[in-house]
């Protein structure tokens, strides 16, 4: 079931992608390494690799940094009477459909109607050129905001159910030798997490790398191609232009970022283990 799911696909995509067809066309044309090389040349694919590893960055700043915080503060002895109530508001946002978050967000960034707008206009910031969803230097930054917002809860609880598994007479015999809350989690929390920080990177690494629902919803890779990602790309390439090919290239060539990503990051796992 493996082979015939997961890796059959992979290599039919890969054979597709030395061809130039389309589901609306007869015409199957071998040509070779040709739309590899298409791919290199193409200035929308550079574009679409930049706006990835910006919702790579934050991603991985946001769902795992940030996250591992937040979840270490929940935890505490003064917050945990109160811990359940945190626990849903944070979790609540990655119950919702992307289609629904992205339609919230396009209001809340609104220029006209929107909440943002008037905030910085309280801060003394001048508005009247400000359309974070419509100007091509923001909208990037703006979905990536927006993806925070609602997955970052997930990886929260992901961490608090970790640290929860972390022996407590690990944490008394820390307070024993006088250790502060700092000390904690650097010296016991952190090395304890190191599992749970390896496969939840993985999980935000490869999705950053595959983004497609957020950028689909709220630009439409827009204005112009400016907030582009490789899977929106792929999908109007192979969808909207029917170049068939050249999208199984697109399509072969976030595989392969994928794999060797997460292989790199379960090879470096293992070696610590080993060390």
Known sequence: ??????????????????????????????????????????????????NNLTFTVMSVFCQIG?????????????IRRTAVFFRTVYFIPSLL????????????????IGIVNPLLEMLGIDTANIDLLGNAESATYAIAGMSQWQYIGYTVILFIVAIQNIPSDLYEAAEIDGAGAVKKFIYITLPELKDTIIINTIITVTG?????????????????????????????????????????ALAFFIFIVTFIIGLAQMRSYRLDDQQ
């Open 208 to 248: 950053s790398i595959r983004e497609y629902d957020e950028v689909f919803v709220t630009t439409n890779g827009g204005p112009g191609n400016a907030s582009e990602t490789l899977a929106t790309y792929l999908y109007k390439v192979g969808f909207t232009n029917d170049q068939m090919g050249y999208a199984s």
């Open 1 to 50: 079931m493996v082979v015939l799911i997961l890796y059959l696909p992979i290599f039919i995509n890969l054979y597709e992608s030395f061809f130039s067809w389309g589901a609306m066309s007869t015409r199957h044309e071998f040509v070779g390494f040709e739309n590899y090389i298409k791919m290199l040349q193409d200035d929308i694919f550079y574009i679409a690799v930049k």
């Open 66 to 78: 940030i996250s591992l915080l937040i979840a270490n503060v929940l935890e505490t002895k003064f």
């Open 97 to 112: 459909m992307v289609t629904v978050v992205g339609i919230a967000f396009q209001m809340i960034y609104s220029p006209s």
